[in-house]
């Protein structure tokens, strides 16, 4: 059954279409680029840019919001969102926003109204830490990086 998520159309984004799942097996909603009308937005490699969605969420207590990245403009062009999965707390109800960025070699234009990302919802435990003097071991230990093997 779909979680229902108030949203909030915001003026600039009042043509664009509402963010809405590709296909029935999809798992993240597409967002748009909300850039200004007539104004193309060109990332250089290795550039940045926090780009505007046009929409604001009322998630609900216990649930979170993820952008994450969409794989054709990630294959395509290195264009990725810079802090993948990027995290909507639930008390947020500011423009959604995604800061991209070109990994590619070449310039990258992005448009009014192009897919720039996906919005995932997910329901969001709450840890209640338990300060102790020592954890309890298991085969991995202390091990970082890397330790747990090769393959």
Not at 8 to 20: F, I, N, Q, S, Y
Request: proline share 9%.
């Amino acid at each position: 059954m779909p979680v229902k998520v108030p949203f909030l159309r915001l003026p600039h984004a009042g043509d664009l279409a509402v963010p809405a799942y590709a296909t029935t097996g999809a798992a993240g909603l597409d967002l748009r680029a909300a850039l200004p009308e007539g104004e193309a937005l060109v990332l250089a490699p290795g550039e940045r840019a926090a780009v505007p969605t046009g929409i604001a969420l009322a998630l609900p207590d216990g649930h979170e919001g993820q952008v994450r990245p969409r794989s054709g403009l990630a294959l395509r062009h290195g264009v990725t969102c810079h802090n993948a999965p990027g995290t909507i707390d639930s008390d947020y109800r500011g423009e959604i926003t995604v800061i991209l960025i070109n990994l590619g070699q070449a310039p990258v234009t992005i448009r009014r109204g192009e897919r720039i990302a996906q919005l995932v919802i997910q329901p969001c435990v709450k840890a209640a830490l338990e300060e102790r003097r020592e954890l309890s071991p298991s085969p991995r230990g202390t091990g970082g990086f890397g330790s747990s093997g090769m393959s």
